[in-house]
């Protein structure tokens, strides 16, 4: 069967770094997304990992092992605002998206 | 604001009740998703429409019936739902469903936060 695993919660400070990782099992893979979803909101995309390495947008940075079935998500300068759920999901060999949970992060001050 | 909406953004219906709910897209995408979100679930696949045909319809109970007059509406019509149905159900468009579009971001509505007594 197909699946992602991901940490239910996590908690960090403010002004802090976090990591939250995303491991997948698919039936093949045409690239990873990382959605941020805020209660009460529509998910919004983050970012996309088609190769293995790093990909850095300003706090926020995602990276991708192929080899390893393994991606996180990495947010720096922690603000209250990322207070929220982090959705990772992948495009499997028929390109349909697989979710992840979801992993809620909770900041505190 | 995302370019997608739905309405409503919350719903109380019965088991006998019938509803639906509607979601339009103002990005000219060509492809509408259907999902449900449970608590502490993944994300469920209920319907996806491409060019306004269902090419996809992953084993949803036919309480849930979904149309696609045009690449801009989505309705999920609702009749005799179950108390295991109250979830919030997101709609989401993205450029196209074609195969081989691996780079294929999706854009989501609010969602509809649907309670069954």
């Known amino acids: 069967g197909q699946n992602i695993d991901q940490p239910t919660e996590m908690t960090a400070t403010e002004g802090a770094i976090v990591q939250i990782n995303c491991t997948y099992q698919?039936?093949?893979?045409?690239?990873l997304f990382w959605y941020q979803q805020h209660a009460g909101e529509a998910p919004t995309f983050l970012s996309y990992n088609v190769l293995d390495g790093l990909e850095e947008k300003g706090r926020f940075s995602s990276f991708l092992s192929r080899s390893k079935g393994y991606s996180y998500l990495l947010l720096k300068e922690l603000q209250m605002k990322d207070s929220a759920s982090y959705l990772c999901a992948v495009t499997d060999s028929n390109y349909q998206l697989i979710w992840g949970a979801g992993t809620k992060l909770i900041i505190k001050p | 604001e995302t370019g997608v909406t739905q309405t409503p953004r919350h719903l109380v219906m019965g088991m006998t009740n019938k509803k639906s709910l509607k979601c339009e897209q103002h990005?000219?995408?060509?492809?509408m998703y259907w999902y449900k979100q449970s608590a502490k679930k993944p994300l469920e696949l209920m319907f996806v429409y491409s060019l306004e045909e269902r090419v996809e319809n992953n084993s949803v109970p036919s309480r849930f019936s979904p149309e696609c007059p045009n690449s801009s509406h989505l309705f999920l019509h609702l009749h005799t739902l179950q108390p295991e149905d109250s979830a919030l159900y997101l709609c989401a468009s993205s450029p196209t469903h074609e195969a081989g579009s691996s780079y294929n971001e999706q854009f989501f509505g609010p969602g509809t936060r649907l309670t069954v007594l």
């Open positions: 990005l000219g995408h060509n492809a």
């Open positions: 698919t039936s093949g893979f045409n690239g």
